[in-house]
């Protein structure tokens, strides 16, 4: 079998990459992609994936009584994910892959946490990215939801909804300054490009 086709990650355009290049353009969608982080991100996504399928054959009850050896082999495959994606940060990824990447860097820093194989500092930075991330998601669902509501209630169903606006945003607000203090405190060398940073709150 040969290696699978690449697919654009904006538009899901199959492309005939040429070989020898790290940038390349879309001749569809015309998004420019950096291809050490796009091959990064797949061969992270690939390693996270056995790593979770092999962890999930181990009970949690089992994983607090030592290393069980298929815990082992989902642990190395973790580690080989968590470098991949770390790689994969360094440039701008697509919002579904960087999505995908907050909640992989996430899980793994979680169980990296619970052996002691990354700072507490970090495994925060990665958690409170994915707070983040629910945050602003919830955000754009209520925002959706607002554009379309009727019915009976539907002043009501307003009020309610943009005071959970309100707060979201205060709570935005919060996490922003909580990130940048991790950022500075961890003293990342070249700091992830994990966040949204096109993201604004709109009435």
Same mark, same amino acid.
């Given at each position: %079998?040969?290696?699978?086709?690449?697919? *654009?990650?904006? *538009?899901?355009?199959?492309?005939?990459?040429?070989?020898?290049? $790290?940038?390349?353009? *879309?001749?569809? *969608?015309?998004?420019?992609?950096?291809?050490? &982080?796009?091959?990064?991100?797949?061969?992270?996504?690939?390693? +996270? /994936?056995?790593?979770?399928?092999?962890?999930?054959?181990?009970?949690?009850?089992?994983?607090? $009584? !030592?290393?069980?050896?298929?815990?082992?082999?989902?642990?190395?495959? +973790? #580690?080989?994910?968590?470098?991949?994606?770390?790689?994969?940060?360094?440039?701008?990824?697509?919002?579904?892959?960087?999505?995908? !990447?907050? /909640? #992989? %860097?996430?899980? %793994?820093?979680?169980?990296? #946490?619970?052996?002691? #194989?990354? &700072?507490?500092?970090?495994?925060?930075?990665?958690?409170?990215? %994915?707070?983040?991330?629910?945050?602003?998601?919830?955000?754009?669902?209520?925002?959706?939801?607002?554009?379309?509501?009727? !019915?009976?209630?539907?002043?009501?169903?307003? $009020?309610? $909804?943009?005071?959970?606006?309100?707060?979201?945003?205060?709570?935005?607000?919060?996490?922003?300054?909580?990130?940048?203090?991790?950022?500075?405190?961890?003293?990342?060398?070249?700091?992830?490009?994990?966040?949204?940073?096109?993201?604004?709150?709109?009435?």
């Amino acid at each position: %079998m040969g290696e699978p086709p690449f697919i *654009c990650p904006y *538009c899901e355009t199959e492309l005939s990459l040429p070989e020898d290049v $790290w940038y390349y353009t *879309c001749e569809h *969608c015309h998004n420019r992609l950096d291809l050490k &982080s796009q091959f990064a991100f797949l061969r992270g996504l690939d390693a +996270f /994936r056995e790593g979770q399928d092999l962890l999930d054959k181990v009970s949690p009850r089992k994983r607090r $009584w !030592g290393f069980h050896p298929v815990d082992k082999a989902s642990l190395t495959l +973790f #580690m080989e994910a968590y470098s991949s994606l770390q790689v994969a940060f360094l440039a701008e990824l697509a919002e579904g892959q960087r999505e995908v !990447g907050v /909640r #992989m %860097m996430t899980s %793994m820093s979680d169980e990296f #946490m619970k052996r002691s #194989m990354v &700072s507490p500092l970090e495994a925060n930075y990665w958690n409170t990215l %994915m707070i983040e991330q629910t945050a602003q998601a919830e955000y754009d669902q209520l925002k959706t939801r607002l554009e379309t509501v009727n !019915g009976h209630f539907r002043v009501l169903k307003r $009020w309610r $909804w943009r005071n959970r606006q309100k707060q979201l945003i205060a709570s935005l607000e919060k996490l922003d300054q909580k990130i940048a203090l991790l950022e500075r405190q961890i003293e990342f060398v070249d700091i992830p490009r994990a966040r949204n940073t096109r993201w604004k709150p709109t009435a």
